[in-house]
Nanobody, 116 residues
């Protein structure tokens, strides 16, 4: 089994910053793409950002200039630096790790609340 442990979420004021971390452990040989998703109440889960094993990144348009995804392969960890946070960024943020091309694993989610 694969275990993903997220940290760094919490409450922040609008305009502030948070840095999310997701550490993978277990049967994690062959990690490829790592990503962050989020889901707000009443909305579908959406991609925030992803990063490939070669560190090619992809961002949702609304987050591209404010968020930065990175990874530390030696630590099997993916990060999401979130700056200039807005109330509409409030959501549960989920870490997703792809093993090879056939398997995806999800974290439990960490809530982020941005107050105005």
């Amino acid at each position: 089994q694969v275990q993903l442990v997220e940290s760094g979420g919490g409450l922040v004021q609008a305009g502030g910053s948070l840095r999310l971390s997701c550490a993978a452990s277990g049967s994690i040989s062959g990690i490829s793409t790592m990503a962050w998703y989020r889901q707000a109440p009443g909305k579908q889960r959406e991609l925030v950002a992803s990063i490939t094993s070669s560190r090619i990144t992809n961002y949702a348009d609304s987050m591209k200039e404010r968020f930065t995804i990175s990874r530390d392969n030696a630590k099997n960890t993916v990060y999401l630096q979130m700056n200039s946070l807005k109330p509409e960024d409030t959501a549960v943020y989920y870490c997703r790790v792809r093993i090879g091309i056939n398997y995806n694993y999800w974290g439990q989610g960490t809530p982020v609340t941005v107050s105005s």
